[in-house]
Protein backbone atom coordinates (compact mmCIF):
# COMPACT_ATOMS: atom_id res chain seq x y z
CA UNK A 1 0.00 0.00 0.00
CA UNK A 2 1.11 3.61 -0.73
CA UNK A 3 1.95 5.32 2.16
CA UNK A 4 2.07 9.02 2.67
CA UNK A 5 3.51 10.43 6.34
CA UNK A 6 2.85 14.21 7.52
CA UNK A 7 5.37 14.74 10.05
CA UNK A 8 3.29 16.30 12.69
CA UNK A 9 -0.44 15.70 13.89
CA UNK A 10 -0.78 18.63 15.53
CA UNK A 11 1.28 21.78 15.75
CA UNK A 12 0.78 25.18 17.91
CA UNK A 13 2.66 28.03 16.41
CA UNK A 14 2.60 31.74 16.84
CA UNK A 15 2.03 34.19 14.48
CA UNK A 16 4.98 35.30 12.44
CA UNK A 17 6.61 32.34 12.86
CA UNK A 18 8.25 30.32 9.73
CA UNK A 19 6.62 27.26 10.05
CA UNK A 20 7.65 24.14 7.70
CA UNK A 21 4.92 21.11 7.21
CA UNK A 22 6.86 17.78 5.52
CA UNK A 23 5.43 15.35 4.16
CA UNK A 24 6.79 11.94 2.35
CA UNK A 25 5.87 9.07 0.17
CA UNK A 26 6.84 5.77 -0.16
CA UNK A 27 5.62 4.83 -3.58
CA UNK A 28 7.81 6.52 -6.42
CA UNK A 29 5.10 8.73 -7.03
CA UNK A 30 6.09 11.52 -9.74
CA UNK A 31 2.93 13.68 -8.46
CA UNK A 32 2.42 15.29 -4.97
CA UNK A 33 0.50 17.82 -3.49
CA UNK A 34 -0.56 20.48 -0.49
CA UNK A 35 -4.49 20.93 -0.03
CA UNK A 36 -5.99 22.89 3.32
CA UNK A 37 -9.29 21.89 4.56
CA UNK A 38 -11.93 24.31 6.14
CA UNK A 39 -15.47 23.36 7.34
CA UNK A 40 -18.03 24.10 4.53
CA UNK A 41 -14.60 25.30 1.85
CA UNK A 42 -14.01 21.25 1.13
CA UNK A 43 -10.29 20.73 0.19
CA UNK A 44 -8.76 23.76 -1.57
CA UNK A 45 -5.34 23.15 -3.49
CA UNK A 46 -2.52 25.31 -2.56
CA UNK A 47 0.54 23.63 -4.66
CA UNK A 48 1.44 20.76 -6.53
CA UNK A 49 4.65 19.30 -8.07
CA UNK A 50 4.67 17.05 -11.02
CA UNK A 51 8.86 16.52 -10.61
CA UNK A 52 11.75 17.02 -8.79
CA UNK A 53 12.65 21.04 -7.71
CA UNK A 54 9.64 21.89 -10.16
CA UNK A 55 6.08 23.14 -8.79
CA UNK A 56 2.78 24.74 -9.94
CA UNK A 57 0.28 27.44 -8.11
CA UNK A 58 -2.71 25.86 -7.18
CA UNK A 59 -5.96 27.77 -5.94
CA UNK A 60 -4.92 29.32 -2.72
CA UNK A 61 -0.64 29.80 -3.14
CA UNK A 62 -0.72 33.48 -1.06
CA UNK A 63 1.63 32.46 2.12
CA UNK A 64 2.92 29.76 0.80
CA UNK A 65 6.03 28.51 -0.39
CA UNK A 66 6.81 24.55 -1.15
CA UNK A 67 9.85 22.58 -1.73
CA UNK A 68 10.77 19.22 -3.47
CA UNK A 69 14.24 18.76 -3.34
CA UNK A 70 13.38 14.68 -3.57
CA UNK A 71 11.14 12.79 -5.31
CA UNK A 72 9.71 11.34 -2.20
CA UNK A 73 10.10 14.70 0.12
CA UNK A 74 7.34 17.62 -0.24
CA UNK A 75 7.21 20.58 2.15
CA UNK A 76 5.19 23.50 2.84
CA UNK A 77 6.12 26.63 4.17
CA UNK A 78 4.08 29.09 5.27
CA UNK A 79 6.71 32.16 5.26
CA UNK A 80 5.05 34.22 8.31
CA UNK A 81 2.27 32.04 9.63
CA UNK A 82 -1.05 34.20 10.18
CA UNK A 83 -4.43 33.47 12.26
CA UNK A 84 -5.82 32.70 9.06
CA UNK A 85 -3.62 29.77 8.12
CA UNK A 86 -5.22 28.08 11.08
CA UNK A 87 -6.39 24.50 9.47
CA UNK A 88 -5.82 21.29 8.67
CA UNK A 89 -3.40 20.89 6.20
CA UNK A 90 -3.28 17.46 3.54
CA UNK A 91 -0.68 16.39 1.61
CA UNK A 92 -1.29 13.64 -1.40
CA UNK A 93 0.80 12.04 -3.76
CA UNK A 94 -0.16 10.13 -7.08
CA UNK A 95 1.04 8.81 -10.31
CA UNK A 96 -0.43 11.10 -12.20
CA UNK A 97 -2.03 14.47 -12.41
CA UNK A 98 -5.43 12.71 -13.64
CA UNK A 99 -6.52 9.53 -14.25
CA UNK A 100 -5.45 7.86 -10.69
CA UNK A 101 -6.67 7.78 -6.87
CA UNK A 102 -4.76 10.31 -5.44
CA UNK A 103 -3.18 8.87 -2.37
CA UNK A 104 -3.80 11.24 1.21
CA UNK A 105 -1.76 11.63 4.46
CA UNK A 106 -3.34 12.13 7.95
CA UNK A 107 -2.97 15.25 7.85
CA UNK A 108 -1.16 18.24 10.25
CA UNK A 109 -3.90 20.48 11.79
CA UNK A 110 -1.73 23.50 12.31
CA UNK A 111 -2.89 26.04 15.11
CA UNK A 112 -1.78 29.59 14.72
CA UNK A 113 -2.05 31.79 17.73
CA UNK B 1 -15.26 30.54 -6.43
CA UNK B 2 -16.54 27.27 -6.35
CA UNK B 3 -15.81 25.35 -9.14
CA UNK B 4 -17.52 21.56 -8.31
CA UNK B 5 -20.55 22.08 -5.99
CA UNK B 6 -21.85 19.64 -3.70
CA UNK B 7 -25.31 19.14 -2.31
CA UNK B 8 -26.63 18.23 0.45
CA UNK B 9 -23.89 19.91 2.87
CA UNK B 10 -25.12 17.28 5.49
CA UNK B 11 -27.97 14.34 5.81
CA UNK B 12 -29.19 12.34 8.26
CA UNK B 13 -30.62 8.96 7.52
CA UNK B 14 -32.02 6.19 9.60
CA UNK B 15 -29.89 3.05 8.94
CA UNK B 16 -31.15 1.00 6.36
CA UNK B 17 -32.57 3.98 4.39
CA UNK B 18 -30.99 5.06 0.97
CA UNK B 19 -28.54 8.19 0.55
CA UNK B 20 -28.04 10.07 -2.51
CA UNK B 21 -24.85 12.95 -2.83
CA UNK B 22 -24.76 15.04 -6.02
CA UNK B 23 -22.48 16.83 -7.78
CA UNK B 24 -22.62 19.85 -10.24
CA UNK B 25 -20.27 21.13 -12.57
CA UNK B 26 -20.87 24.08 -15.14
CA UNK B 27 -17.89 23.23 -17.24
CA UNK B 28 -17.31 20.02 -18.80
CA UNK B 29 -15.28 17.36 -16.61
CA UNK B 30 -12.86 15.19 -18.26
CA UNK B 31 -13.10 13.13 -15.34
CA UNK B 32 -14.38 12.65 -11.83
CA UNK B 33 -13.29 11.49 -8.48
CA UNK B 34 -15.28 10.32 -5.14
CA UNK B 35 -13.54 10.08 -1.93
CA UNK B 36 -14.49 9.05 1.96
CA UNK B 37 -13.10 10.78 4.85
CA UNK B 38 -14.19 8.96 8.17
CA UNK B 39 -14.81 11.19 11.36
CA UNK B 40 -10.98 12.46 12.47
CA UNK B 41 -9.78 10.46 9.27
CA UNK B 42 -8.39 11.49 6.17
CA UNK B 43 -10.00 11.26 2.39
CA UNK B 44 -9.70 7.88 0.88
CA UNK B 45 -9.86 7.47 -2.91
CA UNK B 46 -12.87 5.15 -3.49
CA UNK B 47 -13.49 5.50 -7.66
CA UNK B 48 -13.06 7.28 -10.56
CA UNK B 49 -15.66 8.17 -13.47
CA UNK B 50 -14.36 8.98 -17.05
CA UNK B 51 -16.93 7.93 -19.64
CA UNK B 52 -20.51 10.41 -20.36
CA UNK B 53 -23.19 8.39 -18.58
CA UNK B 54 -20.83 5.78 -16.94
CA UNK B 55 -22.18 3.82 -13.95
CA UNK B 56 -19.81 1.99 -11.75
CA UNK B 57 -21.05 -0.04 -8.21
CA UNK B 58 -18.81 -1.44 -5.61
CA UNK B 59 -21.41 -3.52 -3.45
CA UNK B 60 -24.21 -1.00 -1.91
CA UNK B 61 -22.90 1.75 -3.54
CA UNK B 62 -23.55 3.43 -6.87
CA UNK B 63 -21.57 5.92 -8.89
CA UNK B 64 -22.86 7.38 -11.95
CA UNK B 65 -21.65 10.75 -14.39
CA UNK B 66 -23.78 12.55 -16.44
CA UNK B 67 -24.53 12.51 -20.05
CA UNK B 68 -23.05 15.81 -20.05
CA UNK B 69 -20.27 14.95 -17.87
CA UNK B 70 -20.99 18.02 -16.09
CA UNK B 71 -22.60 15.97 -13.26
CA UNK B 72 -21.93 13.03 -10.51
CA UNK B 73 -24.11 11.55 -8.28
CA UNK B 74 -23.04 8.89 -5.26
CA UNK B 75 -25.78 6.62 -4.03
CA UNK B 76 -25.54 4.42 -1.74
CA UNK B 77 -28.34 1.44 -0.87
CA UNK B 78 -29.23 0.65 2.58
CA UNK B 79 -26.91 2.42 4.65
CA UNK B 80 -24.73 1.16 7.83
CA UNK B 81 -23.44 2.76 10.45
CA UNK B 82 -19.90 1.79 8.66
CA UNK B 83 -20.85 4.40 6.05
CA UNK B 84 -20.46 7.32 8.13
CA UNK B 85 -18.61 9.71 7.13
CA UNK B 86 -18.16 13.12 4.42
CA UNK B 87 -18.23 11.88 0.69
CA UNK B 88 -16.30 14.57 -1.64
CA UNK B 89 -16.71 14.54 -5.43
CA UNK B 90 -13.54 15.82 -7.36
CA UNK B 91 -13.89 17.00 -10.84
CA UNK B 92 -10.89 17.75 -13.14
CA UNK B 93 -11.80 20.10 -15.57
CA UNK B 94 -11.45 19.86 -19.50
CA UNK B 95 -8.27 22.03 -20.19
CA UNK B 96 -7.72 22.05 -16.41
CA UNK B 97 -4.65 21.23 -14.42
CA UNK B 98 -6.06 19.96 -11.13
CA UNK B 99 -8.97 18.31 -9.57
CA UNK B 100 -11.83 20.40 -8.13
CA UNK B 101 -12.63 18.98 -4.54
CA UNK B 102 -16.63 19.73 -3.70
CA UNK B 103 -17.41 20.92 -0.08
CA UNK B 104 -18.68 17.70 0.80
CA UNK B 105 -21.58 15.75 2.12
CA UNK B 106 -21.84 14.67 5.97
CA UNK B 107 -23.24 11.51 6.42
CA UNK B 108 -25.40 10.65 9.91
CA UNK B 109 -26.54 7.41 10.23
CA UNK B 110 -28.70 6.80 13.20
CA UNK B 111 -28.85 3.42 14.00
Known amino acids: DVKVTQSSRYLVKRTGEKVFLECVQDMDHENMFWYRQDPGLGLRLIYFSYDVKMKEKGDIPEGYSVSREKKERFSLILESASTSQTSMYLC????????????FGSGTRLTVV | GQQVMQIPQYQHVQEGEDFTTYCNSS?????IQWYKQRPGGHPVFLIQ?????EVKKQKRLTFQFGEAKKNSSLHITATQTTDVGTYFC???????????FGTGTSLTVIP
Open chain 2, 90 to 100: AGFLVGGNQFY
Open chain 2, 49 to 53: LVKSG
Open chain 2, 27 to 31: TTLSN
Open chain 1, 92 to 103: ASSLFIQGYGYT
